[in-house]
């Protein structure tokens, strides 16, 4: 068996249930916590920021991510302060675009500069990662999730890409 404290890799736990945060958060091995609307939703979530503040109480001291839910770049940066305003280990995820197509980057730019840390989520090719890292602030930690799962799912071999 594998000792994972060993492995050169961070885990995340991934979900909206208060139950199993509090439980993976008494594992070392789970370096922070990410969420997202969807798995909100899905656990019965009815007031965002209430469910986020409470995530906060059980999880004061590792990173956690927590999603804009808008859709449109200017509610999406008022979504992204707002968020990152609940507490000092927040991170905000920002999809690389929108439903539209969008691209985030000049969000990501503007966040990364006034010190968001931000979680760029849904990448899927390497155009995409090396927009954000071209664009963020040295100066403020960031997360780049690389969808690699679902390029798989796709029948594509992901490590190339």
């Known amino acids: 068996m594998i000792d994972i404290s060993k492995l ?7 979900g909206a249930d208060l139950k199993s945060i509090r439980a993976l958060y008494t594992q070392p091995f ?17 007031d965002y920021k209430s469910f986020a503040l409470e995530v906060l109480q ?3 001291d590792r990173p956690v991510s927590f999603e804009v839910f808008a859709d449109d770049i ?3 940066e008022a979504q992204a302060f707002e968020i990152a305003s609940w507490g000092k280990n ?18 990501v730019k503007r966040l990364s500069d006034n010190g968001v840390v ?6 899927f090719t390497l155009a995409q990662v090396q927009s954000i ?3 963020l602030n040295p100066a403020t930690p960031a997360i780049l999730s690389i969808f690699a799962g679902r390029i798989a799912d796709t029948g594509f071999d992901p490590v190339p890409l």
């Open 90 to 107: 927040v991170n905000v995820k920002i999809p690389i675009t929108n439903t539209k197509g969008e691209s985030t980057a000049s969000l």
């Open 74 to 76: 200017p509610g999406m």
């Open 30 to 46: 789970v370096k922070g916590f990410t969420t997202n609307p969807t798995l909100m939703r899905q656990a019965g979530v009815s």
């Open 8 to 14: 050169n890799v961070k885990i995340f736990a991934d």
């Open 133 to 135: 890292v071209d664009i």
């Open 58 to 60: 059980v999880v004061p």
């Open 118 to 123: 931000c979680n760029i989520t849904a990448m």
